[in-house]
């Protein structure tokens, strides 16, 4: 699982967008390793993405939304972006 | 402008996304160059992301979006994601 994307200063959108990530998957009541897992994404990765630290790429963007079982345009949405 | 994504086998999914990002520019009558630098973006890293050619960040996903004037989920929804 190779990551391409680098520390960043937190920016108010990756934090919404991760809080919209951990909204869906708490409403799933999965763990945050099983998505990592299930979106087959580094574990600590994960976390990084739902804490908005990471700039996420569009390709993971697209495992986790299917991971959650919805569609990258929801988690957007979600994030009112 | 750093540049965070790496070369990567033609996704589908990117090359969709790099479609709707096309049409739209177009669709406001811009240049790539003009649609570049209204986004912040390396000229010739927006030229691959039209291509699909990148695994765009999320952070430049925002930027393009703005710089056409839509919503990042407009994007992914034009996409079919």
């Known amino acids: 699982m190779t990551r391409v994307s680098v520390k960043i200063d937190k920016?108010?959108?990756?934090?919404?967008?991760?809080?919209?990530?951990r909204a869906r998957r708490l409403?799933?009541?999965?763990?945050?390793?099983?998505?990592?897992?299930?979106?087959?994404?580094?574990?600590?990765?994960m976390g990084k993405i739902e804490r908005g630290e990471r700039n996420v790429s569009f390709l993971n963007i697209v495992r986790v939304a299917q991971a959650l079982q919805c569609q990258p345009s929801d988690l957007f949405i979600d994030s009112g972006l």
Chains 1, 2 share one sequence.
Do not use: K, P
């Open 11 to 21: 920016d108010g959108r990756l934090v919404l967008f991760g809080a919209a990530v």
């Open 27 to 45: 409403a799933l009541n999965i763990s945050q390793e099983t998505l990592a897992d299930l979106a087959e994404i580094d574990r600590s990765h």
